[in-house]
């Protein structure tokens, strides 16, 4: 109701009620618009992120990385006016040779005889050279059947005089599979097409089919089972290993199991040691995973159980749980800016950008102690050149953390660098710690490269199966082995051996293959 000026009080204390109902009034109103405000930039930078993901690029390089190129463009944009033509010279590249060691088919191309005569003297022409090239041929793979004949042997006389006729015979060669008509070749073709390559069952039936195999996707995952259960005691080994390490990284990420009464399933890594081996740091290259039902800390506990070292990780609560001692992630760090970066308005990312840089500096610090003789002088490096940059970035964290919405993207990315800053510093206590865990991502994307294309796993035992090949064809890898080489070898091994022998010779880092 609109208050007319002949409608006001005369007494002065009833203006004054008036005076402060309508303050309070305005008050919940600025705090109504102050809350809409807030929710309208949330959504707002949800929805620039979602554009980003769903449209934009999907590596985290952010704006600023690329000042170099810039600049090289900026002086490339400067042209002599003097000079009315320009000269562009280049090297072309020549192709990588072939493999001296693959099979050679020589074909020649000469001219007919006929042609073999100067056509100006009609005198007879010699050979003075000849032009090389080479193209590389492909072989489709050949299946074949190896019959196994054993043939029996019995005493002619014993049948005579009617005695026990005892009848020898070869024994049957130990098989991976008894009684089945796959190989170990075979074997660790098809497991490697479905763990290495991300080839569905499914599409392996129709590549046999056009060879007139009839191998069906269930005689396929049959076999799996059964070379995982086979596997499982060098599993088992490999943790052994792994737990003896004094880092560890872990990561998890989603699976979708049919017969599970729940929406989602994980699959756990753990790893340790380098992409690939590695000369100056001899530690054994080990690639883990593990299937379990839910995203409880109790499934870190239960695989970490007697580890106490360093556990290098992101985040996530659950491994709080362990006996580990936590590192943090500096990329999951960075990341969390990158997203705000991603979410702000184009041109107003001054603080989120000033904090990646921070970051960049701990990098840049790393890139220059990879390059040490040693990991000692790496680790020195690290040492001496980390802590101000991280002093520096941590007050400017806590200066952010006063002048930025709590709720917004920025605000969330400042308040998680606080809260993990005493793991995120771990790393300078000890040079085996990696400055991030993205050793942990790296070794868990061929996992959910394989999951876009099978989809999801029919059970948990079949999960389970699908955890022990991925570990041992990503630690084969981890260990410069080709994994179908190795599958095939163990799948020889593996049958001759008893139940009590031990897998030291079989491990990647000792086995030989040749």
């Known amino acids: 109701m609109k208050m007319l000026p002949e409608n006001l009080p005369n007494d002065v204390e009833s203006l004054k009620a008036i005076l402060l109902e309508q303050a309070r009034l305005l ?21 620039r992120l979602a554009q980003q993901k769903q449209f934009g690029k999907s590596s985290e390089t952010s704006p600023g990385q690329g000042e170099l190129f810039d600049e090289m463009a900026a002086e490339s944009d400067v042209i002599d006016t003097e000079t009315e033509t320009q000269t562009v010279s280049y090297t072309r590249s020549k192709p990588k040779p072939l493999p001296k060691d693959l099979p050679r088919e020589t074909v020649v191309l000469d001219i007919a005889e006929s042609d073999k005569v100067c056509s100006c003297c009609q005198g007879a022409l010699h050979r003075i050279g000849e032009d090389r090239s080479e193209k590389l041929d492909f072989i489709p793979a050949q299946l074949k059947v190896i019959e196994t004949v054993r043939p029996k042997y019995a005493c002619r006389e014993c049948e005579k005089t009617g005695t026990q006729n005892a009848i020898k015979q070869a024994a049957v060669p130990p098989s991976i599979i008894p009684k089945g008509i796959a190989t170990p070749s075979l074997l660790s073709q098809i497991i490697t097409g479905k763990f290495q390559y991300s080839l569905p069952l499914y599409r392996q039936e129709t590549l046999f089919k056009q060879s007139g195999i009839e191998l069906s996707r269930r005689t396929m995952s049959d076999w799996m089972k059964k070379c995982a259960d086979a596997l499982e005691k060098l599993y088992e080994r490999l943790h052994q290993e792994l737990l003896k390490q004094s880092v560890i990284q872990a990561d998890e990420t989603t699976l979708n199991v049919i017969k599970e009464a729940r929406s989602k399933c994980y699959m756990w890594v753990y790893c340790t040691g380098k992409d690939a081996p590695d000369k100056r740091n ?77 970051i960049k500096k701990l990098y840049a610090i790393e890139t220059l102690a990879q390059q040490a003789d040693n990991a000692e002088a ?57 400055i991030d ?48 080489d190795y599958l095939g ?16 010779e079989l491990l990647p880092w000792n086995i030989k293959l040749t």
Not at 27 to 47: H, M, N, P, R, V
Not at 490 to 504: A, I, Q, S, V
């Open 378 to 434: 790496a680790f020195k490096i690290r040492q001496e050149q980390a802590p101000e940059v991280l002093a520096n970035y941590k007050a400017w964290l806590e200066k952010s953390a006063q002048q930025v919405p709590p709720k917004s993207l920025l605000g969330k990315a400042i308040q998680y660098n606080l809260n993990q800053w005493d793991k995120l510093t771990v790393y300078l206590s000890d040079y085996r710690i990696n």
């Open 282 to 358: 001899p530690i054994p290259n080990i690639v883990l995973y593990d299937y379990q039902p839910t995203r409880s800390g109790q499934c870190a506990v239960d695989f970490l159980q007697g580890f106490d070292g360093y556990l290098n990780v992101d985040g996530y609560q659950a491994y709080e749980s362990t006996q580990a001692k936590l590192a943090g992630c500096w990329a999951h760090a960075r990341r969390k800016f990158i997203e705000a970066e991603k979410g702000m308005p184009k041109g107003k990312s001054g603080k989120a950008t000033m904090a990646i840089n921070h």
């Open 489 to 504: 070898r163990l799948f020889e091994e593996l049958p001759r051996r008893k139940e009590n022998d031990d897998m030291e």
């Open 27 to 47: 008050g919940e109103k600025d705090s109504q618009l102050a809350q809409w405000q807030s929710k309208y930039t949330f959504i707002l930078e949800q929805w």
């Open 437 to 484: 865990n993205n050793r942990a991502e790296r070794a868990i994307k061929p996992f959910v490269i394989g999951r876009k294309n099978w989809l999801f796993s029919n059970t948990g035992n079949g999960a389970k199966s699908s955890a022990t090949l991925y570990s041992i064809i990503e630690t084969a890898k981890a260990n410069g082995l080709i994994p179908y």
